[in-house]
């Protein structure tokens, strides 16, 4: 089993900056992706960032160049900075494990999310 726990959020200015970290503990593998979602009230569940081992991550358009995302292999853990936050970013954050089983079969990891609000 894999369990994420989500730690970082919290309330910030627009403009400001937050750092999200997710650390995962269980059976992680190299080969899992690792990235983070994001959903805001009354809203679906969106993917904001993912990682790529043979790429480079992959990022939502209306965050790129504002949200970094990073994993560090050896703790198992994945960040995601974020700047120049607008109070369109405020929504509950989850990191996300993807992995591909076999075949078509993947599976879904999750934390339990982080509330961040930008307002002032």
């Known amino acids: 089993q894999v369990k994420l726990v989500e730690s970082g959020g919290g309330l910030v200015q627009p403009g400001g900056s937050l750092r999200l970290s997710c650390a995962a503990s269980?059976?992680?593998?190299?080969?899992?992706?690792m990235g983070w979602y994001r959903q805001a009230a009354g809203k679906q569940r969106e993917l904001v960032a993912q990682?790529?081992?043979?790429?480079?991550?992959w990022y939502e358009s209306s965050v790129k160049g504002r949200f970094t995302i990073s994993r560090d292999y050896v703790k198992n853990e994945v960040s995601l900075e974020m700047y120049s936050l607008k109070p369109e970013d405020t929504a509950v954050y989850y990191c996300?494990?993807?992995?591909?089983?076999?075949?078509?079969?993947?599976?879904?990891?999750w934390g339990q999310g982080t509330q961040v609000t930008v307002s002032s």
């Open positions: 996300n494990v993807w992995r591909r089983v076999n075949g078509d079969t993947n599976i879904n990891f």
């Open positions: 269980g059976d992680i593998f190299g080969s899992d992706v």
């Open positions: 990682g790529s081992s043979g790429g480079s991550p």
